[in-house]
């Protein structure tokens, strides 16, 4: 598999640190309010990530991170006066429930930065061991200059990153490119007992001290937005290998940004929105469509034509499973005739190029490609006399990949119980060649929200948009 690394800046053939292992590192949400529709790009485009690599085989460790304390959460704590840590835990069920609407699955671990005050004061004293940090007043800020490769993810020097170094009043620091690992307990605010006083961490070294944890010092692939390359990721790297004499990361994934009709996404535009804002409106699992619809290094353009084209692939897709459904209901019991071999091997040739688009960089926008080669050949089967090895065949290569995309996932649920009747009682009518009470029932049963075709295999229901 060919990954772009962000920082060789070129695609590069994925090699796992150890044979059929993977272990992914993805920034997470600062858990303050519900997560909008830009942070559900990262969250579902490496939720991609991890399930094709578990198609392929691997053992996935997906760690995705919680902040749950830093600088927005204790705003919006004095805001509603009340905790940050009663913030963090609702918002934290909220992330969940959005999460399993738009088809993410639940990291392998998902950790919490004040439940990894041990790890991450341990990894700053390591720094501080190594001359690469200082405390000043309680603080303890990171040492840029002594950490010869600052810059390596970002390809900017020092001296082009000093330029554009602020420093505010309250920090006193040796330099204004050096940055706070931790800071000291202001009135009012959590704090955590450590070696240099009651304090709290800097946002960046949480997520050195717990992908560590759990995945090693060294570890595949660290994934998040664009914005997060710098300073972020760059801080992590003089962190963790700054403290542990090893590189850190061998693959740097970055998603490209969401927009809103074009412009970027800000409260002042009045055009944020969070995803359970969306939910209102839309399916979310169209949502999920439109994100896989793009490139994920590209920008990608939300407006509500490209939902209600998503939303319209989206159907084309269940209509195809459930035609399979209905032609397994019909099946032959023998073996494929021509035409489904044929249609057999054409399923295998949609996979094929299914994987080598999934190969080449995550490249989902030619992967749905292949997908709907394989829907169109779908509807060409014989309904009347069709052979169940081959519908068999062609429904697991259609939801092996529809699932690495994490798409189709509602139930085939049947018909409720009145619609059934209805269509029973139809047929029994059609039976008796009484046209007009068939033709009654349709309507009803059309209303009912279900859309009803007379095939030469009997009534086809399935449910309307
Ligand atoms: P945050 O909670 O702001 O740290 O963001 C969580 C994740 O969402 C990070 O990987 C960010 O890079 C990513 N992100 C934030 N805004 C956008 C956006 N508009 N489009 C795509 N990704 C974003
Ligand atoms: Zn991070």
Redesign the pocket.
């Known amino acids: 598999m060919q990954i772009y690394n962000s920082m060789t800046r070129k695609k590069e053939e994925f090699k796992p640190i150890q044979e059929g292992k993977v272990g992914i590192y993805a ?4 858990v303050y309010n519900y997560f909008h529709i ?2 559900a ?2 969250f579902i485009v490496f939720d991609v990530l991890r399930r094709y690599f578990e198609y392929k085989g691997y053992e996935v460790t997906f760690v995705q991170n919680f902040t749950d304390i830093d600088d927005k959460m204790i705003r919006r704590a004095n805001e509603e006066n009340t905790t940050v840590a009663a913030i963090a835990e609702k918002y934290i069920g909220e992330y969940f429930v959005d999460a399993k609407a738009l088809g993410i699955r639940p990291a392998t671990v998902h950790p919490r930065a004040t439940e990894h005050m041990e790890q991450i004061i341990a990894m700053i004293q390591k720094l501080v061991d190594n001359g690469l940090a200082y405390e000043s007043n309680g603080d303890v800020y990171y040492r840029v200059r002594a950490f010869k490769d600052y810059g390596c993810l970002c390809g900017q020097n020092l001296e082009d990153l000093a330029s554009g170094a602020r420093v505010s009043v309250d920090e006193q620091k040796e330099d204004p490119l050096d940055f706070a690992l931790w800071k000291a307990q202001k009135p009012g605010e959590p704090a955590w007992e450590s070696p240099w006083g009651m304090g709290r961490p800097g946002w960046h070294i949480e997520c050195s001290a717990m992908s560590t944890t759990y995945l090693g010092e060294t570890f595949d692939i660290h994934a ?2 664009k ?2 390359l710098f300073p972020h990721h760059e801080n992590e790297i003089a962190q963790t290998s700054g403290a542990t004499g090893k590189p850190y990361v061998n693959y740097w994934m970055h ?1 490209g ?2 927009n809103i009709d074009n412009e970027k ?1 800000s409260k002042s535009k009045g055009n944020f929105f969070t995803v359970r804002d969306i939910a209102k409106e839309y399916d979310l699992e169209a949502v999920r469509m439109f994100t896989l619809s793009a490139h994920y290094r590209s920008p990608l353009n939300f407006s509500r034509d490209q939902i209600a084209q998503a939303q319209s692939s989206l159907e084309r897709l269940y209509i195809a499973r459930d035609q399979l459904a209905f032609l397994e209901n019909a099946a032959k019991d023998r073996e494929p005739n021509e035409a489904e071999a044929a249609f057999m091997a054409f399923a295998d040739q949609s996979q094929t190029r299914f994987m080598a688009a999934m190969d080449d960089d995550l490249n989902t926008a030619d992967a749905l490609g292949a997908i709907f080669e394989l829907v169109r050949e779908v509807h060409k089967l014989n309904a009347t006399d069709v052979s169940r090895k081959a519908v068999v065949y062609g429904k697991e290569k259609l939801l092996g990949m529809t699932d690495v995309l994490g798409l189709l996932m509602k139930k085939e649920d049947g018909l409720p119980a009145d619609v059934q009747a209805l269509v029973d009682e139809r047929a029994q009518a059609r039976k008796e060649k009484n046209w007009k009470r068939s033709d009654e029932l349709r309507d009803q049963i059309k209303a009912m929200g279900y859309i009803l075709e007379d095939t030469a295999a009997g009534q086809k229901v399935r449910k309307g948009v």
Do not use: V, W
Not at 27 to 30: I, L, N, R
């Open positions: 920034c997470g949400p600062t830009g942070n790009r990262p998040g937005g914005d997060l998603n940004f969401l996404m």
